[in-house]
């Protein structure tokens, strides 16, 4: 079992990834004893759950907690991260893009904690099979948030800023693109009053297929094997769907040039 160094947090900031956290770390008997964001609205709620004090302002930072994780988006961390001074204390942010190094006016010990999900406010996640990357500046201050990670979860990585940055934006790939290909087949079919329900079996296979090995083996479609007459047919039905053909068009060309790059399936 992960010896317990980490008995209170502060958050800074009350979106979808720091209220998941924060609920969650909650459950392991951590207590979030302030809470603080720029609009009161969500960070009253999320103190209201976690029975933390709400604060509006940085001057009423304790400086009695163990960790400060700072959970805003990356657009206003820079300028965020200027305004607080917490000395000696161990401060983390959530950003997978962003460098550890942002951290290093605001306090020596900074590091990052990393959960590799999506999180919506409209359903909750278990942590349990959430990677968790870390990093800090000192092994001691590794070695605290590791054994809070794993509190969470079981998969906890030692991940540098560098490959962080990589890992991000492959998990755009791998997360929020796919996400956006199925709105784009649930808006068609529903111009044309078909359930995006039948779709769904196929949606969950495509994920177990991502479960496997060499992945590019496992691809399937039009374009993969070179059909032209099925192509040209879904480029007519998109012809009224500039937006939708020209991404049709780029997926699929890149999927003939992969395979003629890497050989045969």
Avoid at 8 to 24: E, I, K, M, R, T
Avoid at 63 to 87: G, H, M, N, Q, W
Avoid at 113 to 141: M, N, W
Avoid at 155 to 180: C, Q, Y
Wanted: some cysteine; overall charge positive.
């Amino acid at each position: 079992m992960p010896t317990r160094k980490i008995r209170n947090v502060v958050f800074f900031g009350a979106g979808n990834l720091a209220s998941h956290l924060a609920l969650a770390l909650v459950k392991q008997d951590i207590s979030v004893i302030q809470v603080y964001n720029r609009t009161s609205e969500n960070g009253i709620k999320l103190a209201a759950k976690t029975g933390a004090d709400y604060i509006s302002g940085i001057e009423k930072i304790t400086p009695r907690a163990d960790l400060y994780i700072v959970a805003v988006t990356d657009s206003i961390l820079p300028e965020f991260t200027s305004k607080i001074r917490l000395k000696d204390k161990l401060v983390v942010h959530t950003s997978g893009s962003l460098d550890m190094n942002i951290l290093a006016p605001v306090s020596s010990r900074n590091g990052v904690f990393y959960p590799l999900q999506t999180f919506s406010g409209k359903r909750s996640i278990g942590f349990s099979h959430i990677p968790v990357c870390i990093e800090a500046k000192y092994k001691q201050d590794q070695d605290i948030l590791t054994d809070l990670a794993y509190l969470l979860t079981n998969d906890v990585f030692l991940i540098t800023s560098e490959k962080r940055k990589w890992l991000h934006m492959t998990a755009v790939f791998a997360g929020n693109f796919p996400h956006f290909m199925y709105t784009i087949a649930e808006d068609l079919l529903r111009e044309k009053n078909i359930p995006f329900d039948l779709l769904k079996p196929l949606i969950k296979q495509v994920a177990l297929n991502a479960q496997h090995d060499n992945l590019f083996s496992l691809q399937t479609g039009p374009a993969v094997r070179e059909d032209s007459n099925v192509l040209d047919e879904h480029r007519m039905l998109l012809d009224n769907y500039p937006d939708y053909l020209e991404i049709y068009n780029l997926l699929s060309n890149n999927i003939m040039h992969y395979k003629k790059q890497n050989g045969k399936l």
